[in-house]
């Protein structure tokens, strides 16, 4: 599903519009991101938490010039979904 398909659907079932629909949009994906960023999880019930995640340091050997390279330690967005999402994900029946 692209995002203009998403959109479409979010029109259809909420009746705002288009312009509403997108603010409603960017002011969730900035809260959920400013939040992880801040070192905070934001959970949503029935669907999964986001929270951030710690990469280590890292090696890497580009095999075009013969070197290594070192990826420095950093942060990125992780997303665990929730055992409700995964059951229905896979068809199974939940109370």
């Known amino acids: 599903m692209t995002n203009k398909e998403f959109t479409k659907q979010l029109i259809a079932k909420t009746n705002l519009s288009s312009i509403e629909i997108a603010e409603l949009q960017a002011a969730c994906t900035d809260m ?8 905070n999880t934001v959970m949503f019930t029935g669907l ?17 010039t013969k070197e290594y390279k070192t990826i420095p330690a950093r942060q990125t ?19």
């Open 32 to 39: 959920i991101v400013q939040q992880v960023a801040e070192g």
């Open 48 to 64: 999964g938490t986001f929270e951030p995640k710690e990469k280590q340091e890292r090696k890497i050997y580009n095999p075009t």
């Open 77 to 95: 967005l992780g997303f665990r979904p929730s055992p409700t999402y995964k059951d229905k994900l896979n068809g199974e029946n939940t109370l």
